[in-house]
C-alpha cells in the first residue's frame, strides 16, 4: 500500500468521525435541554470554540507524530515551559512581545527536535524518548518556577480576548496551522516522506527515504505546536504557570483525539481533519459537563471513558493489518516489498513528488 493510498484510507475514516461527532452534540444538547440549560447559547459556542485552541494546536503536533510512526509524551511539559517562558521574558512589556514569543517557539522546537534524534538516530521508541525529555523539562520547571510567572504583554492579552465574528482569534489561528499541516501531509515530498516512514521504515529506505529526517522534522513540529499551545495560555491567563499542561492533560488527550480522528498507532495513516473531530468531540463533552457544573472528579471519569473507547476503536481498526503482516512474517507486505522492488530505488519518492 503506498503512502497516498494510506493517506486516502485516513481521508475515508474522517467522515465517520464527523458522525460520532454529530451523535455527541445531539445527545449532549438533549441531555443540557432535560436540565433546563441551552447548549447553543452564544456565550457557551464562544467557551466551547476557546477550549479547542490550545488541545488543537497540541494535537496537529501529535499528529505528524503518530502518522511518521512515534509518539510524544512530552507535550504537556513542553506546553508549560513555553508559557513560563514567554511570560517570563515579556513581563508585562510592550517590548517583550517578541523575543517571549520567539524564546518559547525555539526552545520548545529544538527540544522537540531533540527528540526526534533520539528516536531517529539512538533507535528508542518515540515512547521512552519523548518521556524521558518530558521528566527532564518537568525537573527544570519544578526545581526554577513556584507557582505562577511572569505577565502577558498588552498584545498579546488582546490577541488572546480578540474575535472575528463569533471565532476567537487564537481559534482562527489554530485553524490556519492545521491548514498547513494538512498541506504539509498531503502536497509535499516531506509530507509523503512521513507517510511512507511510519507505513514500513523498511521499504521507505528501499526506496530512497532518509528515514531518520521525517522523524526529526515530526518531532520538531510537535514540539513547535506546543510552544504556541503555551503562548496562547499566557495570551488567555495573562501569566505564565510551570504546571498548565500537566493540568490539561494535553498530552493523553492529544493522542486520544488523534486515535478518535482515525489515525493508526503503528503509523503511516492518519487525518488532520479527523483530529479536528476528535478535538471537537471532547470540546463537545466538556462544554455540555460544565454547563450541568458537573463534579470535576467525574469530568475526568468521562475522559478516560472516552480515550479508552478511542483507544478500543483503534485496535479493532489495526487487527485486520496485524494479522496481515503475521500471516507474511512479520514483514512487508508481498505486495508492497514487490513493487518497492520493481519500482527501484527512487520511484516511490518521485511518484510522491508528482501527487
Known amino acids: 500500500m503506498s503512502a497516498l493510498a494510506r493517506l486516502r484510507g485516513g481521508l475515508g475514516s474522517t467522515a465517520g468521525v464527523y458522525l460520532v461527532l454529530l451523535g455527541v452534540i ?7 435541554a432535560a436540565a433546563g440549560r441551552n447548549l447553543f447559547t452564544p456565550g457557551n459556542l464562544t467557551v466551547l470554540m476557546t477550549s479547542i485552541a490550545v488541545l488543537g494546536f497540541v494535537a496537529i503536533g501529535q499528529t505528524l507524530v ?9 507535550v504537556a511539559y513542553l506546553v508549560s515551559l513555553s508559557s513560563v517562558l514567554a511570560a517570563g521574558t515579556m513581563a508585562g512589556a510592550s517590548g517583550g512581545t517578541v523575543p517571549g514569543i520567539v524564546t518559547a517557539l525555539v526552545a520548545t522546537a529544538v527540544i522537540g527536535a531533540l527528540t526526534g534524534c533520539l528516536v531517529a ?8 524518548a519523548s518521556l524521558g525529555v ?8 519544578a526545581s526554577y518556577y513556584r507557582g505562577t510567572t511572569g505577565k502577558a504583554s498588552p498584545e498579546l492579552a488582546a490577541f488572546g480576548s480578540a474575535s472575528i465574528g463569533p471565532l476567537p482569534v487564537p481559534t482562527l489561528l489554530m485553524l490556519a496551522c492545521l491548514v498547513l499541516a494538512v498541506v504539509l501531509v498531503g502536497r509535499t515530498r516531506m509530507g509523503m516522506h512521513l507517510l511512507a516512514v511510519g507505513g514500513d521504515a523498511h521499504v521507505a529506505r528501499m526506496s530512497g527515504v532518509r528515514a531518520g529526517t521525517p ?9 513547535l505546536c506546543a510552544g504556541i499551545a503555551g503562548v496562547v495560555i499566557v495570551a488567555r491567563l495573562g501569566v505564565g504557570s510551570p504546571t498548565v499542561g500537566e493540568q490539561g492533560g494535553y498530552d493523553l488527550l492529544s493522542i486520544a483525539a488523534v486515535v478518535l480522528g482515525g489515525a493508526s498507532l503503528a503509523g ?3 487525518s488532520l481533519w ?12 466538556d462544554s455540555a459537563m460544565g454547563i450541568l457544573q458537573v463534579n470535576p472528579f467525574l469530568k475526568e471519569v468521562v475522559r478516560g471513558v472516552v480515550i479508552v473507547a478511542a483507544v478500543a476503536l483503534y485496535a479493532r481498526r489495526a487487527a485486520p493489518l496485524v494479522r496481515r503482516r503475521f500471516a507474511a512474517g512479520a514483514g512487508p507486505e508481498p505486495a508492497e516489498a514487490s513493487a518497492a522492488t520493481a519500482a527501484g530505488p527512487t520511484a516511490p519518492v518521485t511518484e510522491g513528488a508528482e501527487r
Open 121 to 128: 538516530y539512538l533507535q528508542l521508541s518515540g515512547f521512552i
Open 26 to 32: 445531539v445527545v449532549a444538547a438533549v441531555v443540557v
Open 134 to 141: 518530558g521528566l527532564l523539562v518537568a525537573g527544570y520547571l
Open 66 to 74: 503518530i502518522l511518521v510512526g512515534s509518539l510524544d509524551l512530552s
Open 215 to 223: 522523524v526529526v522534522v515530526a518531532h520538531a513540529l510537535s514540539g
Open 268 to 270: 503511516g495513516r492518519g
Open 274 to 285: 479527523g483530529t479536528l473531530g476528535g478535538i471537537l468531540i471532547f470540546a463537545v463533552v
